[in-house]
């Protein structure tokens, strides 16, 4: 894993937050490369979630909410890790610290950190939610929170969209936004943070068809992953007992992968019933019922949710894209990723600098950048320029040769097979959109 956050760091893919003060606590900058690969992974959710279906609307509500919604969702009393402080050297952890020797609270409880005895409270529930205040006057009247989940934002909405876009169920509404948690154990470079972004996808079915549901998305979440071109045997489902349902959830499937620190979640696929839209009705005293107009049935929809994190879908993409190999002796770091996710499309390089050769280059690129990313890169051996590339995922390197100013054709040099082919510089753009395709 060092390895790989050294590349991010060094690559452009992912920064720590505010790193010249000394860094902010599990909150993490996305780079010129980092912004890139997240951006494409989350186009492609919206594509296969919003544009490519009938039957699921796009929205993209505030971060801020009323306070009330997070009484009805459950997350203001329920949306707790148990934590002890250390009286002593002032650290806090979760109950369930396995460093923790003893019962918190009992005399021979000992501090993970300093070591002293007897000196962790016992626990206490603290809310994951981050406060804050609305308004001038910072009084309890005027608290509000920073959203923990971007599902609540689709609930309060659905009459609208419902109305709106004039969807029949079962339908879904898709949103991809920020969402906070005051994280107690944070780490693992992006894995789990205290400021994510969410991909989230809510379902409304008529009860009773949600356990057919929520298998058909459970399959779809996992086909839309192995087309991703991650590995199939690092992705699982692990199935919640009942100890590790959520307080809304009824049944629930992680998906996990293979992380170098071990199997993780990194999306979720959640039977959540009613239990959202009725106490959201409950709480507003508004009707959210749905009115079947073939049947004349009314009913308050189950919820069938899949939510995956953008930064953990990132992460697992970068793990899985990064690639130590032997080529003729010499080591070469690789990110293979799917062309199509791949931050830069292409580089180009004049082989040398000078013979006309920068100046067809610069044309090729400002011709190539009309379509895709692509970076332009004179400096240094050709051999090193292409090493940078690979380690940023870039799955084309076109250099400009002595031959190319003469009969207007460059190499294409392909990322994992390393094979060069010639190809006509005027046929250049349709050569990439081809293999990105492919
Ligand atoms: N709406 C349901 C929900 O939020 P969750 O399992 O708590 O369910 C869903 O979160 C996904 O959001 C996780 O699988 C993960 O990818 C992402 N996520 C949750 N907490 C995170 C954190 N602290 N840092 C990064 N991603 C997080």
């Given at each position: 894993?060092?390895?790989?956050?050294?590349?991010?760091?060094?690559?452009?893919?992912?920064?720590?937050?505010?790193?010249?003060?000394?860094?902010?606590?599990?909150?993490?900058?996305?780079?010129?490369?980092?912004?890139?690969?997240?951006?494409?992974?989350?186009?492609?959710?919206?594509?296969?979630?919003?544009?490519?279906?009938?039957?699921?609307?796009?929205?993209?509500?505030?971060?801020?909410?009323?306070?009330?919604?997070?009484?009805?969702?459950?997350?203001?009393?329920?949306?707790?890790?148990?934590?002890?402080?250390?009286?002593q050297c002032k650290n806090r952890f979760r109950?369930?610290?396995p460093r923790i020797k003893g019962t918190p609270?009992?005399?021979?409880?000992?501090?993970?950190?300093?070591?002293?005895?007897?000196?962790?409270?016992?626990?206490?529930?603290?809310?994951?939610?981050?406060?804050?205040?609305?308004?001038?006057?910072?009084?309890?009247?005027?608290?509000?929170?920073?959203?923990?989940?971007?599902?609540?934002?689709?609930?309060?909405?659905?009459?609208?969209?419902?109305?709106?876009?004039?969807?029949?169920?079962?339908?879904?509404?898709?949103?991809?936004?920020?969402?906070?948690?005051?994280?107690?154990?944070?780490?693992?470079?992006?894995?789990?943070?205290?400021?994510?972004?969410?991909?989230?996808?809510?379902?409304?079915?008529?009860?009773?068809?949600?356990?057919?549901?929520?298998?058909?998305?459970?399959?779809?979440?996992?086909?839309?992953?192995?087309?991703?071109?991650?590995?199939?045997?690092?992705?699982?489902?692990?199935?919640?007992?009942?100890?590790?349902?959520?307080?809304?959830?009824?049944?629930?499937?992680?998906?996990?992968?293979?992380?170098?620190?071990?199997?993780?979640?990194?999306?979720?696929?959640?039977?959540?019933?009613?239990?959202?839209?009725?106490?959201?009705?409950?709480?507003?005293?508004?009707?959210?019922?749905?009115?079947?107009?073939?049947?004349?049935?009314?009913?308050?929809?189950?919820?069938?949710?899949?939510?995956?994190?953008?930064?953990?879908?990132?992460?697992?993409?970068?793990?899985?894209?990064?690639?130590?190999?032997?080529?003729?002796?010499?080591?070469?770091?690789?990110?293979?990723?799917?062309?199509?996710?791949?931050?830069?499309?292409?580089?180009?390089?004049?082989?040398?600098?000078?013979?006309?050769?920068?100046?067809?280059?610069?044309?090729?690129?400002?011709?190539?950048?009309?379509?895709?990313?692509?970076?332009?890169?004179?400096?240094?051996?050709?051999?090193?320029?292409?090493?940078?590339?690979?380690?940023?995922?870039?799955?084309?390197?076109?250099?400009v040769d002595g031959q190319s100013t003469q009969?207007?054709?460059?190499?294409?040099?392909?990322?994992?097979?390393?094979?060069?082919?010639?190809?006509?510089?005027?046929?250049?753009?349709?050569?990439?959109?081809?293999?990105?395709?492919?």
């Open positions: 894993m060092d390895k790989l956050v050294s590349l991010a760091k060094r690559r452009g893919f992912v920064f720590q937050s505010s790193e010249i003060y000394g860094g902010l606590g599990s909150v993490w900058d996305y780079g010129p490369l980092g912004v890139e690969l997240k951006k494409n992974i989350k186009e492609r959710w919206w594509r296969s979630m919003v544009h490519a279906r009938e039957d699921i609307e796009g929205l993209d509500a505030a971060i801020l909410m009323h306070p009330k919604v997070w009484e009805a969702s459950g997350h203001l009393a329920g949306f707790a890790d148990p934590l002890v402080d250390c009286k109950a369930d610290d609270g009992q005399p021979d409880a000992q501090c993970p950190v300093c070591g002293t005895k007897g000196s962790l409270t016992a626990p206490r529930q603290f809310n994951l939610m981050f406060k804050t205040f609305m308004g001038p006057v910072e009084d309890q009247a005027a608290v509000i929170f920073l959203r923990p989940e971007t599902a609540q934002g689709i609930y309060v909405n659905y009459l609208n969209v419902l109305q709106s876009s004039r969807q029949k169920i079962p339908f879904g509404i898709a949103q991809i936004g920020k969402a906070f948690r005051n994280e107690i154990t944070p780490g693992n470079f992006t894995f789990r943070t205290r400021e994510f972004e969410q991909m989230e996808m809510q379902f409304f079915v008529k009860p009773g068809t949600d356990g057919e549901w929520l298998e058909r998305w459970r399959a779809e979440r996992m086909q839309w992953l192995v087309d991703l071109g991650i590995r199939p045997e690092k992705l699982r489902f692990h199935q919640h007992t009942p100890q590790e349902l959520a307080h809304y959830a009824k049944e629930a499937y992680d998906i996990e992968y293979e992380f170098p620190f071990g199997w993780h979640e990194f999306e979720g696929v959640h039977n959540r019933t009613d239990f959202d839209l009725a106490r959201h009705q409950q709480f507003s005293g508004k009707k959210l019922d749905y009115l079947d107009a073939g049947t004349n049935e009314r009913y308050i929809p189950y919820v069938i949710e899949t939510s995956a994190g953008a930064d953990r879908t990132a992460l697992v993409v970068l793990c899985d894209a990064y690639t130590e190999e032997d080529v003729e002796g010499e080591k070469r770091v690789v990110l293979r990723f799917q062309p199509s996710l791949a931050p830069l499309k292409a580089a180009v390089f004049p082989l040398v600098n000078k013979d006309g050769m920068p100046e067809l280059a610069r044309r090729l690129y400002d011709m190539l950048r009309q379509r895709f990313k692509v970076f332009y890169d004179d400096g240094g051996s050709i051999g090193r320029r292409y090493r940078r590339q690979d380690e940023a995922g870039t799955p084309f390197g076109i250099t009969d207007q054709t460059v190499t294409v040099r392909d990322r994992d097979t390393l094979q060069q082919v010639r190809v006509a510089s005027d046929r250049l753009t349709d050569y990439v959109t081809d293999k990105l395709a492919g």
